[in-house]
């Protein structure tokens, strides 16, 4: 499960790991095999200071089902900018604005 879990939040792990070594060209590529069938592999490139691109692959073997997704993360001065396409045709976009010293703004969408 907790394989799961990374592979989702695979940019706030890159965040974190961009913050604390400040590499400036990055490229972080994961697998993951758990016994429940589900196979998860994932790749992120930081394209610069301030745009990263990751791609996500899960299959699961037992069940046959697949779903791969494309996404990215902008950061800008005040806000960050994540989204997300999927084989499904699941679009997802997520916005963060940074109003106040630990006071954030979150406004997120998903079309089906």
Do not use: P
Not at 30 to 54: C, D, I, P, R
Not at 83 to 96: H, M, P, Q, R, V
Request: hydrophobic residues 40%.
């Amino acid at each position: 499960m907790v394989s799961l879990v990374i592979t989702r939040n695979i940019f706030r792990l890159l965040y974190a790991y961009t913050t604390s070594l400040s590499i400036r060209c990055l490229q972080v590529a994961t697998g993951q095999v758990a016994s429940t069938g589900m196979v998860a592999l994932s790749y992120v490139q930081k394209v610069s200071e301030k745009v990263s691109l990751a791609s996500d692959f899960m299959y699961n073997y037992m069940s046959k089902d697949v779903t791969a997704s494309v996404g990215y993360d902008y950061i800008l001065r005040q806000c960050r900018l994540r989204g997300k396409i999927d084989s499904n045709g699941c679009t997802t976009a997520f916005l963060e604005e940074r109003l106040n010293m630990g006071l954030n703004f979150i406004l997120s969408a998903e079309v089906r």
